[in-house]
Nanobody, 116 residues
């Protein structure tokens, strides 16, 4: 299994970023996919999920600002992040998800830094 997130960077508060995560080694299309993040000194947390049918869920902290989507043909999940805040600063990862929990080894994350 390989999970490779990309698209992070340094952005000012109020700015936007679009993250991508390319997956391989499992049947992507039938799995719920999740985006997670880990800020310095904090536990990793689930940010958003998207089911095989396209049903989405979001953490309260990002609801209305972030949008998760997927392209099964490309085995890729995306996270559009708008109105970014300094508290969104973290390393972001994707993972197939069951009952709100990741179930494969973590792959490469992507750093998002929101700062003026």
């Amino acid at each position: 299994v390989q999970l490779q997130a990309s698209g992070g960077g340094l952005v000012q508060p109020g700015g936007s970023l679009r993250l991508s995560c390319a997956a391989s080694g499992f049947i992507f299309s039938i799995n719920t996919m999740g985006w997670y993040r880990q800020a310095p000194g904090k536990q990793r947390e689930l940010v958003a999920t998207i089911s095989r049918a396209g049903t989405t869920t979001y953490a309260d902290s990002v609801k209305g600002r972030f949008t998760i989507s997927r392209d099964n043909a490309k085995n890729t999940v995306y996270l559009q992040m708008n109105s970014l805040k300094p508290e969104d600063t973290a390393v972001y990862y994707c993972n197939p998800t069951q009952k709100g929990l990741p179930f494969v080894s973590w792959g490469q994350g992507t750093q998002v830094t929101v700062s003026s």
